[in-house]
């Protein structure tokens, strides 16, 4: 079972009219389907502080890690994880169908490989991401919490790139809004 922490961005790229509380409410209700299959165990939220999210955790029934900055964030919400493998989702995104199953296959052949990584792009947005697929932004991240916690500090794309997943999901995320 993987650790789960939905990692609110500083500057996230929101949509008109669609606030922080409500692109994390939809993130969360995404990943329902993937705990009630056994994927996903405890669930955190790590995000700025100050934007009244703790009620969302609450009702969520997570917990809330929250920094004056991303890498502060970030660095606490794994630090607070639980298990030893962590699954790390950009708010604002919903895995496709698929991954639940890609997800269990990938963690299931790979259990003795500390180094093992694994990512979850977004759904190409624009021509040259639908040329070249691979070049379409990381939106998660399963990987050890060993190997998370041993990246410098920074936010989510210095983690991806320090990680370097050599497993990029075929199930894609897409954006919510």
Do not use: Y
């Not at 609110?8 to 939809?26: I, K, M, S, T, V």
């Not at 009620?55 to 606490?76: M, Q, S």
């Amino acid at each position: 079972m993987l650790s789960t922490i939905v990692f609110c961005e500083d500057r996230p790229a929101r949509p008109p009219g669609r606030d922080l509380a409500e692109l994390l409410a939809r993130t969360l209700a995404s990943l329902v389907t993937a705990t009630v299959e056994g994927l996903l165990c405890d669930v955190r939220i790590a995000g700025p502080a100050g934007q009244d999210l703790n009620i969302l955790a609450n009702h969520a029934g997570c917990a809330l890690i929250e920094a004056e900055n991303e890498a502060a964030w970030l660095g606490l919400a794994l630090q607070a994880a639980r298990g030893p493998d962590v699954f790390l989702l950009r708010c604002g995104r919903t895995p496709e169908a698929g991954f639940i199953e890609e997800a269990s296959d990938f963690l299931a052949i790979n259990t003795k490989d500390p180094a093992r990584a694994a990512c979850l792009r977004t759904l190409p947005e624009n021509f040259i991401e639908r040329m070249f697929p691979s070049l379409a932004p990381v939106t998660g991240l399963i990987a050890s919490r060993d190997l998370m916690l041993g990246a410098p500090p920074g936010g989510f794309a210095k983690l991806a790139g320090f990680i370097a997943p050599a497993t990029s999901f075929r199930a894609r995320a897409r954006r919510i809004g």
